[in-house]
């Protein structure tokens, strides 16, 4: 079964940092983008950030600079660095693979089930 | 605001046909494919089309998806009340170094 898994939400302060991990499973993980999804409650998912199969990463103005996007494909993971965390940062955050075999393109499936992530003093 | 833009909401009867349209730019879905995401409270978005046009299998016929130029259009026919939850349009955007952007999403109610 294709399967995507986070880890590492949780409650953190303003200006705080917080690591996010997908775990991946039942597809060859080095072979597909991947990307950060965000979603705060009651508002519409944002993209946050992606990195290709040959490291190429890329983020959204919002969270250039503060957050970094990382994988490791001997372990079938990747990872969200979030830094300087701000309270508008506060979302469910999903991770998801692209299936697309030619670029990014924002055909995800499948998604996590997400991770909730609280920037509150 | 949504680089992608949706109407807020959409209605319709059991059988009706309703469509939901995502207006974009020459960056994104004037250069890119559109894609499609459903989303029921508490869960994750759903692949619904990818690609313009395509439906992953388990997707009902009755959903079908379009594009020309820059704007987007999902329909749904045959309306069934399960069909009530959020519907998201996506695609990469090639401005700005590259980035993915989604619409603000359209509330689909089944009255």
């Known amino acids: 079964e294709v399967q995507l898994v986070e880890s590492g939400g949780g409650l953190v302060q303003p200006g705080g940092s917080l690591r996010l991990s997908c775990a991946a499973s039942?597809?060859?993980?080095?072979?597909?983008?991947m990307h950060w999804v965000r979603q705060p409650t009651g508002k519409g998912p944002e993209w946050v950030s992606a990195?290709?199969?040959?490291?190429?990463?890329y983020y959204a103005g919002s969270v250039k600079g503060r957050f970094t996007i990382s994988r490791e494909n001997a372990k079938n993971s990747f990872y969200l660095q979030m830094n300087s965390l701000r309270a508008e940062d506060t979302a469910v955050y999903y991770c998801?693979?692209?299936?697309?075999?030619?670029?990014?393109?924002?055909?995800?499936?499948?998604w996590g089930q997400g991770t909730l992530v609280t920037v509150s003093s | 605001q949504s680089v992608l833009t949706q109407p807020p909401s959409a209605s319709g009867t059991p059988g009706q046909r309703v469509t939901i349209s995502c207006s974009g730019s020459?960056?994104?879905?004037?250069?890119?494919?559109v894609n499609w995401y459903q989303q029921l409270p508490g869960t994750a978005p759903k692949l619904l089309i990818y690609?313009?046009?395509q439906r992953p299998s388990g997707v009902p016929d009755r959903f079908s998806g379009s594009k020309s130029g820059t704007s987007a259009s999902l329909a749904i026919s045959g309306l069934q009340s399960e069909d009530e939850a959020d519907y998201y349009c996506?695609?990469?955007?090639?401005?700005?170094?590259?980035?993915?952007?989604f619409g603000g999403g359209t509330k689909l109610t089944v009255l």
């Open positions: 998801t693979r692209d299936l697309c075999t030619n670029g990014l393109c924002l055909w995800f499936d499948p």
């Open positions: 039942g597809f060859s993980f080095s072979n597909y983008d």
């Open positions: 990195i290709g199969i040959a490291g190429d990463t």
């Open positions: 020459t960056s994104n879905i004037g250069s890119n494919t």
């Open positions: 690609r313009n046009n």
């Open positions: 996506a695609a990469w955007d090639d401005s700005l170094n590259g980035r993915g952007v």
